[in-house]
């Protein structure tokens, strides 16, 4: 009973901040113009700036796991293949060919991610989460764009397309995440009223990210195809966070970087996936749904993975 209730206590904190931002959308206290621009502010400055903190703060030589980024990007591929595979047999239309396989692998890893490596295994977890996820969001970034140019590839070569190669180059989660790693390594000093400076700012970021995903859920998106949208969140939810165990289990990844890499596999699927699939012509409402759905559905699998991860004493 005691390790259902530790886990609860894991899961439980990052839903309810969820909750209340859901909430306060429905007692009009937040509206779309807010959440618009807390998303903005959240993605553009606080999240880089707590990844950046984070990471450049560690010892590169002690978090850096080389078994777990190769691994976890592995896990990330397989899941690509797996759904795109899927897709292709069952003849998907391209539209929902592209959704239903970006909605299988790429997960939320800087808003619930996060959240709940930190819930979990403190600031130790979230900052190898944090060192992990600068080296997958450009992978995951790659095979998000594959999945929704590869159906369409039999379309007009000069149908324009946003320049995707160097959005990548440019996330500022990328960036921030290099910068720190780049600190770290060389062991940089870091000034007092700085180190002070960032750690009372980016203590707003993963509650300001978990209320703007509360803020902007709406049960009214969960519509379409809801068998397609399901089997992708199974995949998400379910599929990769055991792929990663096995995988990086058979690496020799062990302890607190296992778990972080398990945890990450399992997150739902990003808010991206949405706005991605209306740029590259995919199905937007398909990707509304498995975002929705996984968000709802990954309360529960986090209680599951964590309750299997405290049973085996991670």
Request: glycine share 8%; aromatic share 12%; proline share 4%.
């Amino acid at each position: 009973m005691t390790l259902f209730t530790d886990t609860i206590l894991i899961v439980m904190p990052v839903f309810l901040v969820i909750a209340l931002g859901y909430l306060l959308r429905r007692l009009q206290l937040l509206d779309e113009d807010f959440l618009f621009q807390t998303n903005r502010l959240v993605y553009v400055i606080f999240l880089p700036l707590l990844l950046f903190y984070k990471i450049s703060q560690a010892d590169f030589f002690s978090y850096f796991n080389g078994p777990l980024v190769i691994g976890s990007s592995l896990v990330i591929a397989i899941g690509f293949a797996l759904s795109y595979l899927y897709g292709s047999l069952r003849s998907f239309a391209p539209p929902v060919h592209g959704s239903f396989c970006q909605g299988a692998f790429r997960g939320n890893l800087a808003y619930i991610g996060l959240s709940i490596c930190l819930n979990a295994y403190g600031d130790d977890g979230l900052t190898r989460a944090g060192i992990l996820m600068g080296f997958l969001v450009p992978v995951l970034n790659l095979f998000a764009v594959l999945a929704f140019l590869l159906p369409a590839r039999k379309r007009a070569a000069d149908e324009k397309k946003p320049n995707w190669a160097k959005q990548l180059l440019l996330n500022p989660l990328i960036i921030a995440s290099f910068i720190g790693l780049i600190w770290s390594y060389f062991r940089l000093p870091f000034p007092l009223i700085l180190h002070r400076g960032l750690e009372i700012t980016t203590g707003l970021t993963l509650p300001l990210a978990l209320i703007a995903i509360g803020g902007s859920f709406s049960l009214t998106r969960i519509k379409g195809d809801l068998r397609c949208a399901s089997l992708s969140t199974a995949i998400k939810l379910l599929l990769l966070p055991l792929l990663a165990a096995l995988i990086l289990r058979g690496m020799g990844v062990v302890g607190t970087d296992l778990a972080v890499g398990i945890l990450l596999a399992g997150t739902p699927a990003a808010t991206a996936t949405y706005i991605m699939a209306h740029q590259l012509d995919g199905d937007a409402e398909l990707a509304a749904s498995i975002v929705m759905i996984s968000t709802l559905g990954s309360a529960f699998s986090y209680t599951l993975c964590l309750l299997l991860l405290r049973g085996f004493g991670l």
